[in-house]
C-alpha cells in the first residue's frame, strides 16, 4: 500500500489550496482517512479526519475553513483549505488506517508529505 500526497504550494495570506492524498496498491477495506500537519519545532497534530461513512472531524483551529472529502472510487481524500493563514504552513501529511485482508486487523500508512506555505 502506498500513499501519494501532492497538491502543496506557496500562496498567500487568504487564499486557497487543495491537496489529495490517493491510496494505490492491494488492500481489502480503507477505514479511515486523516490529514495531520507538522511545522518546524512542533509536534505533527491532526487537521481532519472522514471515515469510511462518511463522518468528518476537525481540529477548531481549521474548522470552517478546510474541507475533507473523499472520492471512493479512486481511493483519493482531499482537503480544500481556504482562508488560508500564515500558521497554517506546514508540512501535510495523509495517513489512511487500512486493513489488508477481511481476516486481518487495520494498519497505519503514511504518505510522504507535501509542504504548504501561507506568506503574510
Known amino acids: 500500500v502506498q500513499l501519494q500526497a501532492s497538491g502543496g504550494g506557496l500562496v498567500q495570506a487568504g487564499g486557497s489550496l487543495r491537496l489529495s492524498c490517493a491510496a494505490s496498491g492491494s488492500f481489502f477495506a480503507i477505514h479511515v482517512m486523516q490529514w495531520y500537519r507538522q511545522a518546524p519545532g512542533k509536534q505533527r497534530e491532526l487537521v481532519a479526519t472522514i471515515e469510511s461513512t462518511g463522518y468528518t472531524h476537525y481540529a477548531d483551529s481549521v474548522k470552517g475553513r478546510f474541507t475533507i472529502s473523499k472520492d471512493n472510487a479512486k481511493n483519493t481524500i482531499y482537503l480544500r483549505m481556504n482562508s488560508l493563514k500564515p500558521e497554517d504552513t506546514s508540512v501535510y501529511y495523509c495517513?489512511?488506517?487500512?486493513?489488508?485482508?477481511?481476516?486481518?486487523?487495520?494498519?497505519?500508512?503514511w504518505g510522504q508529505g507535501t509542504l504548504v506555505t501561507v506568506s503574510s
Open positions: 495517513k489512511a488506517v487500512i486493513s489488508l485482508r477481511s481476516d486481518r486487523p487495520p494498519y497505519d500508512y
